[in-house]
């Protein structure tokens, strides 16, 4: 029982701290909100991680069932690969793409997943445009030396959710709204703000951001063995994983040819 009560209650603050990750998974007390990724917040997330590390760990010095020993595995892999990536990696200070990103692909699973009626989920969209703009205001804030390739993409990103938000949602939009006027101008009232936070957006990348992009892509032979170790649960060394790699890619085109 306190391993189950241990695993709802890391369910319910990851589908808190990614809202999108809740739908996602079918759960939509969250479909009005998106991801909260000011620095504060993100400082919050890798507290609340490391409380369940030790909740974690005291668990498992004690006798769990087969079963819950592999869950509880699983979840300290899971936890040390998010703590590995907010305090070491740093992808949240270091890519615009998660930033800009998230609203599209949070809008886009309520517009395709047909889990409530075409009215109710316009109604979540509403509530995630509204989130939207605060998001775009997290990336500038956080976000000071990317590596190049990421601001490339990010500025991709960001031109594409303009046309996005401009022509796509909308269309959908006065579908799902049907005759209601009233939601169709509460839709439009809502997505007019993001479509001009994305112009924005994307002239901050380009013209701010790239400039002094001169982060670097790799993260390290170390930590990227840290992340193989808490991802994938791999202790292969990097050169005898490369070789595994080069023999299955020469493999492969081979067949391919």
Do not use: C
């Not at 305090?87 to 517009?111: F, H, Q, S």
């Not at 601001?151 to 959710?161: Q, R, T």
């Amino acid at each position: 029982p306190a391993f189950a009560a241990l695993a709802d209650d890391y369910y319910a603050v990851l589908f808190a701290w990614d809202p999108t990750a809740a739908t996602y998974a079918g759960v939509h007390d969250f479909d009005t909100q998106l991801p909260d990724l000011s620095a504060a917040n993100v400082g919050r997330r890798a507290a609340a991680l490391k409380g369940f590390q030790t909740r974690l760990a005291a668990l498992r010095a004690g006798k769990l069932s087969e079963a819950d020993a592999i869950d509880a595995e699983t979840l300290d892999h899971a936890v040390r690969a998010e703590l590995l990536d907010i305090e070491t990696v740093g992808e949240w200070k270091r890519n615009p793409v998660p930033y800009l990103g998230k609203p599209a692909e949070g809008i886009d699973l309520l517009m395709k997943r047909s889990f409530a009626p075409p009215a109710d989920r316009l109604r979540a969209v509403v509530g995630r445009l509204k989130a939207a703009p605060p998001l775009l205001a997290a990336m500038k804030a956080n976000v000071q030396n990317p590596p190049k390739e990421f601001a490339d993409l990010g500025l991709i990103v960001a031109k594409g959710s303009v046309g996005f938000f401009k022509s796509d949602l909308p269309a959908w939009a006065k579908t799902a709204a049907g005759a209601d006027a009233k939601l169709f101008a509460e839709f439009e009232a809502a997505n007019a703000p993001v479509v001009a936070a994305f112009e924005d957006a994307a002239r901050w990348v380009e013209t701010d951001l790239l400039p002094r992009a001169k982060g670097g892509y790799a993260i390290g032979a170390d930590v990227f063995m840290k992340k193989l170790a808490a991802e994938e649960m791999l202790d292969i060394p990097l050169d005898r994983l490369l070789a595994i790699g080069l023999a299955n890619l020469k493999k492969d085109q081979e067949a391919f040819a």
